[in-house]
């Protein structure tokens, strides 16, 4: 079976700090997907990255980037220099060859504070 | 380019009452469509998904069930409301290549009162 977990709830930093979202994944396919969604207050779920099992390198897109290590299952999303509109609720999600949509962690809500 | 389209925004609806929501997709052909429920506070669960016209899958036994009548148009129905039905429901698509991103649809808000 296949799982996401996100154990921080909720996070707040003041803005202009980095702050890193923690997601941890179980699956049992040798070839999966991992994403990340941001759901800012207006609820509607906005798709920011996806990685393939294959490619561990780091991927960095303006502030954010991604650290996707498979030895310790792992595809954690840093923010460089906080915003106040970086505020959301961030999902992490896996898709593998045993499922035809994503399974979703139960969010971090980030709070940044101006 | 693709839109997706999800009405109502807001619904508050008394237990026991019928539900319809309604969802459409622009701009591609023969999506995969999803209904997700978000309770609050917490993650997306999966309710049904649909791979074509007539065909869904069923995530969860529950007391909803979803239609596909037309290729692009997806349905989530209830005949009785239950207070537990409330919550902030997600209409999605994406293409048919393996393991790819969803589109998402800006969300149903159902309070059950």
Known sequence: AQKVTQAQTEISVVEKEDVTLDCVYETRDTTYYLFWYKQPPSGELVFLIRRNSF????????????????????FNFTITASQVVDSAVYFCALSDTGRRALTFGSGTRLQVQP | SQTIHQWPATLVQPVGSPLSLECTVEGTSNPNLYWYRQAAGRGLQLLFYSVGIGQISSEVPQNLSASRPQDRQFILSSKKLLLSDSGFYLCAWSDHTPNTEAFFGQGTRLTVV
Do not use: C, P
Request: proline fraction near 0%.
């Open chain 1, 55 to 74: 490619d561990e390198q780091n991927e960095i897109s303006g502030r954010y980037s991604w650290n996707f290590q498979k030895s310790t299952s792992s």
